[in-house]
């Protein structure tokens, strides 16, 4: 999670082994990742799978993880402290309104929890198995979830949800994004992306995105993930992983392959054979006719 008023300071999280269990842990570089600082979170088995940094106050900094742990920092991550009243499940995503920073929104695999007052408490507005929220900056009452039975919408700030899951060919959806008064974007485990018109209020399908199938296992990985792939006809097929800020990391194929299942491996290195550090990262697979994007999310 890069901080969205000064680019050089990045936030990881993730988990360390502290000689009994793994532990919750975030950690922070100020230089671009030249070097960093780690803080640990918990004492007992949990992990970071979220990070939020406040636009109006980079120094407020929410992290969210498995079993319902939620840490806030109002210092830059100096000190951190928790934050997770009435909150449940794992916290798989955090967002933040841009106009309302005290109201946050948490996706976990119990719903989709809101908070009015910064996070000092938490309530349940609905869904299940969330994995995605996103906030449309233009109407932030609009609110999406990514669950594994599809995406909701809600008009009124989380007051209530609507399924729209028409031309979704798989339900099993997993992130989210948005071009402001055009699109919402979704991604889906092993079906690659799906656009849905804001101004029409419906789908709009790319055939050739619907049919391929692209996914990756495990994710989160440890270090090794499995890219499979399939090929409708013999073609050129490139698939290349990037950091979240669009920066190629490696290139894992480049060649042409016959039709059919393929697979490629990323051992979480980039191009030089050095470890990359935790966190989400990209990998597009293009053809001729197709390009495809899943999100991979490296804890080691």
């Known amino acids: 999670m890069i901080d969205p ?25 100020t230089n671009g990742g030249t ?93 299940t198995n969330v994995q995605a929220v996103l906030i449309n900056p233009t109407n932030e009452n609009e609110i999406y979830a990514a669950t594994s039975a599809g995406v909701y919408k809600s008009t009124s700030g989380g007051g209530g949800w609507t399924l729209m899951n028409t031309g979704l060919q798989n339900t099993n959806t997993t ?14 485990a092993g079906s690659c992306m799906y656009r849905w018109n804001i101004m029409v209020g419906a789908e709009e399908q790319n055939e050739n995105i619907l049919k391929i199938k692209f ?41 042409v392959q016959d039709k059919g299942m393929h697979s490629a491996i990323w051992d979480g290195t980039d191009d030089k054979g050095a470890r990359v550090a935790d966190g989400i990262y990209f990998c597009e697979m293009s053809t001729g006719e197709v390009q495809a994007i899943n999100k991979l999310i490296l804890v080691r």
């Open 175 to 188: 992130s989210l994004g948005i071009n402001p008064n055009n699109y919402v974007f979704v991604g889906t």
């Open 5 to 29: 008023n000064n680019n050089s300071v990045i936030y990881t999280g993730g988990y360390v082994y502290n000689g009994s269990t793994y532990v919750m842990v975030v950690s922070k570089s």
């Open 35 to 127: 070097t960093w600082e780690r803080d640990t979170l918990t004492t007992t088995y949990s992990m970071c799978c979220a990070l939020a940094v406040d636009k109006g106050n980079s120094n407020v900094v929410y992290a969210g993880g498995y079993n319902g742990y939620l840490f806030k920092t109002t210092n830059g991550g100096v000190t951190w402290f928790s934050s997770a009243t009435g909150l449940s499940g794992t916290i798989y995503d955090i967002k933040i309104g841009s106009t309302k920073a005290n109201t946050i929104y948490a996706g976990t695999s119990s719903g989709v929890f809101k908070s009015t007052n910064a996070g000092a408490n938490w309530t349940n507005t609905g869904c």
């Open 215 to 255: 996914s990756a296992s495990p994710n989160p990985s440890q270090g090794r993930t499995v890219i499979a792939y399939e090929l409708r006809k013999k073609e050129r097929v490139n698939i290349s992983v990037y950091d979240i800020q669009g920066r190629l990391l490696k290139n894992l194929v480049n060649s």
